[in-house]
């Protein structure tokens, strides 16, 4: 990991101009959370593929691509993508908990990828594609906490290795940069661009719910 002092000096502006209308569900990607709603960013690896799959869950309201957990203020995708400013692709999830518990969230976003090896998906590799959970509710983090442990349970007994995943109050991690327009809702603007996938092939239980509860009753489509 790139240190603050080795990082890029970035920008004072975003990166992310003109309109921020989602393509796929109409608002505003980048609007704050109203009444109920709330935010999670997950980071799984290529981030247009982790949106993908987060903006199909029924009771998603918003989704956006970006950076977190970096240094560098307002990075582009290619600085970024030189590891030299600390970030990972970030999916911001604005869901509303009426709809879609955040436990249901996590566990698509644990079942999408592969948390047990570090800086990499598949064939991409870089500590721009390191998984991470970002919470903005504590309670999500113990929720996240307790998942991580009992994921870990299930791919142990499957001789997958540690998971890797970072768990940090989005307020630690630093703010959330909006990436460039273009790689906003990427895959709904070209349906036969790149998609990475993975994922582990095991379910994620949802610790304290019945058996019921952890069948892939929320599992969206994958391309």
Request: glycine content about 10%; aromatic content about 8%; hydrophobic content about 35%.
């Amino acid at each position: 990991m790139v240190s603050p002092e080795q990082a890029l000096p970035g920008r004072d502006t975003s990166v992310l101009a003109g309109q921020r209308v989602h393509a796929v569900l109409g608002g505003d990607m980048m609007r704050a959370p109203v009444g109920d709603e709330q935010v999670l960013y997950v980071a799984g690896g290529c981030y247009w593929g982790v949106e993908e799959i987060m903006w199909q869950l029924p009771g998603v309201r918003e989704t956006a691509v970006g950076f977190m957990g970096g240094f560098t203020p307002n990075p582009t995708y290619e600085e970024v993508c030189t590891g030299l400013t600390g970030h990972t692709e970030t999916v911001r999830v604005l869901f509303d908990p009426h709809e879609i518990a955040v436990d249901s969230v996590l566990k698509t976003f644990w079942e999408s990828h592969d948390p047990t090896t570090i800086n990499r998906q598949g064939n991409d590799i870089g500590t721009q594609y390191r998984s991470a959970i970002f919470f903005t509710n504590p309670q999500h983090g113990i929720i996240a906490t307790q998942m991580r442990a009992a994921y870990a349970d299930v791919l142990t007994a499957h001789g997958k290795g540690d998971i890797v995943t970072e768990i940090m109050a989005a307020a630690q991690a630093g703010a959330f940069y909006p990436a460039e327009e273009y790689h906003q809702q990427y895959l709904h603007k070209n349906p036969h661009g790149y998609r990475c996938h993975a994922a582990t092939g095991m379910s994620c239980p949802i610790p304290g719910a019945s058996p019921l509860a952890n069948l892939r009753i929320s599992e969206p489509r994958i391309k």
